[in-house]
């Protein structure tokens, strides 16, 4: 009873493999013959003389031994030859010199061979079934997925695919707004694929430039069909974001085309990125059209551009700045990315001319304020005194990465200067 028991739970547990995921047919059969030609290369020393026949749909497996017919008492190996006697036990007209083909059953290997093929199988699968999917995973990268949360940890969530194949999704790779509970649809792009410890590890990211790079090709056809291309995607996920497309037809319009009619096409894309604010940019090889484009809505008095150094100097009224430099800086910073070159930002006055302001480097020099100080005013269009006292300790706060004693240690230095008018 206990061998039958054996036999069925082998057979069962071959069964199972017939639905193996992620492996092809062949090579789910060739698997399955080398382990059992290593189990009978044990038993028998060779494996050569038997047939394996294996029936991967329904589960089934025939193992089958072809030994020559000698007479009787001149056997001299009994795996590869039967004498006379026993051949016509099994077939009564046999005679010598003929094959006789057998079934060899899986009962009469005994307890601990069962074990270790069964092992062996199950090793063998699990190796196979792993390098599938990163193979499979390895060539999506870039590409979207969608897949169910299955659980959510403190510093990462488990995301399954629809094969039940296990991904990562790090909070760090989340857009802040991002909440998720079991049971929900998530939809991120594949950022990276790697083994480890012999495991597959799948990570997905949310934040990657490229998924807005796919979410675009997904809602506008023109991109996905290559009329439109996207040239650069920068991004701060949940907060802003610029796109630089460019179309090869000049009947397109690559901006209005991204947008649809009455925002349709981009609407989408936004709530999927939690309401981020994406401005779609036409891209030019013009790069001052290009830097006015960058910064829109700002408008721009004068562009000066030193190739050399990268640098980008913007001049605007003092009433477009803000707009220049955006919520927290976030429109420079994004612009700035977008075109490749450090843009500062300076504001043109009417009434103050540079010889009755003074510009915040001469502090620098004169050993008054750091220049790490001056160099995050500089960041938000304060190249002048009078540019930082015109703005209240809860805007440099606030727009800057200043602490507030030091911007009251600042505002008090250049108040020496400019009692009157700062009054």
Known sequence: MEKKGESISLIDSFAEFKDVKNIDRATLMRVLEDVFRNMLQKRYGTDENFDIIINTDKGDLEIWRNRTIVADGEVEDENAQISLSDARLIEADYEIGEEVTDEVKLIDFGRRSVLALRQNLSSRIMELEKASIYEKYKDRVGQIIVGEVYQVWKRETLVLDDEGNELILKKEQQIPADYYK?????????????????????ELSRTSPMFLERLFESEVPEIFDGLITVKKVVRIPGERAKVA??????RIDPVGACVGMKGSRIHGIVRELRNENIDVINYTTNLELYITR????AKIDTIEIDEESKRVNVYLQKEEVS??????????QLASALIGYQIDVYRITDSVTEEEDIRLSAYVKSGEIDEWIVDELNKIGCDYAKSV???T?????????????????????????FEEESK
């Open 182 to 202: 079991k049971g929900d649809t998530i939809k991120a792009v594949v950022s990276r694929v790697e083994m480890k410890n012999s495991n597959p590890y799948i």
């Open 389 to 391: 006292l015109a703005l």
């Open 294 to 297: 960058a910064l829109n809505p």
């Open 393 to 417: 300790e809860e805007e440099l706060e606030s727009r800057t990465d200043l602490e507030v004693e030091t911007i009251r240690d600042v505002i008090a230095i250049l108040k020496k200067d």
């Open 245 to 250: 497309v460019e179309s090869y037809d000049d």
């Open 323 to 332: 707009l220049a430099i955006g919520k927290q800086g976030y429109n420079i």
